[in-house]
């Protein structure tokens, strides 16, 4: 099993920033990626941010510029550094990670972490 501990969430005014931490433990034995999606009500998931294990990142047009992901490949945790915050930023923002497993692939969620950003 994998375990996957999200934090950093919260309210913040318009312009302000965040900064959320993710971090998986239990077993694992390859990361192949690490990334922040994110959902609000009624609409359906979208990807934020992700690191692959090469270490390269993919972001989601309406956050590059003001988003950064990052790792620490010791600590198996991926952060996002979220700046110049927006209202419609506010969204329920969910960890994923990518596994390699023997043999074949899978991803483990957490629970997800509330950021609100007020006007």
């Known amino acids: 099993q994998v375990q996957l501990v999200e934090s950093g969430g919260g309210l913040v005014q318009a312009g302000g920033s965040l900064r959320l931490s993710c971090a998986a433990s239990g077993s694992i034995f390859r990361i192949n990626s690490m990334g922040w999606y994110r959902q609000t009500p009624g609409k359906q998931r979208e990807l934020v941010a992700a690191?692959?294990?090469?270490?390269?990142?993919n972001y989601a047009d309406s956050v590059k510029g003001r988003f950064t992901i990052s790792r620490d490949s010791a600590e198996n945790t991926v952060y996002l550094q979220m700046n110049s915050l927006k209202p419609e930023d506010t969204a329920v923002y969910s960890c994923?990670?990518?596994?390699?497993?023997?043999?074949?692939?899978?991803?483990?969620w957490g629970r997800g972490t509330q950021v609100t950003v007020s006007a």
């Open positions: 994923n990670v990518g596994l390699q497993r023997s043999g074949y692939k899978t991803s483990y």
């Open positions: 690191v692959a294990r090469d270490g390269s990142t």
